[in-house]
């Protein structure tokens, strides 16, 4: 079984410019989140989909970041314009879903993104 | 929100020595994931567990939830079990995971 899949695994990119990261769950999972990973710290939460849906927003920085799962299944995080801080590495995880009584995400292999 | 704490945050150890690493966590949940991140970054998954006690290998994870810790212990360590472990948790549902800082773990020969 195909685990988590992300894209591109590294890029590079001067500030201002627009950055897109994709990502493919595991097939069948109906949950996928999107995590920022700075050095030497843990992942912390972008943004969560129930299928379509986003439910958890909180913490995405909504005047440059956007994202979308339009058919439930991919989905696509954007930045723009990108600034300094926005370097970082970029995780996408998915897990089953509500009402299936088992939680455990998996995680892709990340995109690391240095902005210059 | 909830907290989590690992310790201890950086550990080395000669090869063939156990160790166990602590996480705390301030609230009760329903989801507790202990990760290995390996140096390329990629999190693997070393166990699900928000109760009870789990083996793999010379790996095992203990979480006692109405205490609000669990441990992982890694016996034999070897060079390959280098970098650094985060303990994750979920409060409910499909919650994201909150994670610690991490412990670094460096095994040497």
């Known amino acids: 079984e195909a685990g988590v899949v992300q894209s591109p695994r590294y890029k590079i990119i001067e500030k201002k410019q627009p950055m897109a990261f994709w990502c493919n769950p595991i097939s069948g999972h109906n949950t996928l989140y999107w995590y920022r990973q700075n050095l030497g710290q843990g992942p912390e939460l972008l943004i969560r989909?129930?299928?379509?849906?986003?439910?958890?927003d909180s913490q995405l920085p909504k005047d440059r970041f956007s994202a979308e799962r339009l058919k439930g299944v991919d989905s696509t995080l954007k930045i723009q314009p990108a600034e300094l801080g926005d370097s970082a590495v970029y995780l996408c995880?998915?897990?089953?879903?509500?009402?299936?009584?088992?939680?455990?995400?998996?995680f892709g292999p990340g995109t690391r993104l240095t902005v210059t | 929100g909830i907290q989590v704490e690992q310790s201890p945050p950086d550990l080395i150890l000669q090869e063939g020595a156990n160790s166990t690493l602590r996480c705390n966590f301030s609230?009760?949940?329903?989801?507790l994931q202990w990760f290995h991140q390996n140096p390329w970054g990629q999190l693997i998954n070393l166990f699900y567990?928000?109760?009870g006690t789990k083996q793999n290998g010379r790996l095992s994870a203990t979480t006692v939830a109405t205490e609000r810790y669990s441990l992982l212990y890694i016996s034999s360590s070897q060079t390959t079990d280098s970098g650094v472990y985060f303990c994750a948790v979920g409060e409910s549902g499909n919650t994201p995971l909150v994670f610690g800082k991490g412990t670094r773990l460096s095994v040497i020969a």
């Open positions: 995880a998915s897990s089953l879903g509500l009402g299936t009584g088992y939680y455990e995400q998996y």
């Open positions: 567990i928000p109760s």
């Open positions: 989909y129930e299928n379509e849906e986003a439910v958890d």
């Open positions: 609230d009760s949940v329903n989801n």
